[in-house]
Nanobody, 120 residues
Framework: QVQLVESGGGLVQPGGSLRLSCAAS????????MGWYRQAPGKERELVAG???????NYADSVKGRFTISRDNAKNTVYLQMNSLKPEDTAVYYC??????????????WGQGTQVTVSS
């Protein structure tokens, strides 16, 4: 199993920045895709940004040019740098990753979520 620990959420004013981190621990062969999702009240969970093991990225249109996803494979950690934050970015942000276990099966793990609130 893989456990994810997220950090970095909080309250920030519009135009401000935050950096989310998500560290994975546990037993696995290797981690494949890593990503961030978010869910605002009354809305469905949506993909914010994703990154493959070799570094290919994809972003939701609403965050392109403002958010940057990165990962440190040696530390099994994924980051989300969020700049120029807007009130509509307010949501609970979840880390998600796909990993290969020692039976060669693809597994998915989710973080517990971290609140990001953008408000003046």
């Amino acid at each position: 199993q893989v456990q994810l620990v997220e950090s970095g959420g909080g309250l920030v004013q519009p135009g401000g920045s935050l950096r989310l981190s998500c560290a994975a621990s546990g037993t696995f062969r290797y981690i494949n895709n890593m990503g961030w999702y978010r869910q605002a009240p009354g809305k469905e969970r949506e993909l914010v940004a994703g990154m493959t093991r070799i570094g290919n990225t994809n972003y939701a249109d609403s965050v392109k040019g403002r958010f940057t996803i990165s990962r440190d494979n040696a530390k099994n950690t994924v980051y989300l740098q969020m700049n120029s934050l807007k009130p509509e970015d307010t949501a609970v942000y979840y880390c998600q990753l796909d990993y290969i276990d020692f039976t060669s099966r693809i597994r998915t793990s989710w973080g517990q979520g971290t609140q990001v609130t953008v408000s003046s």
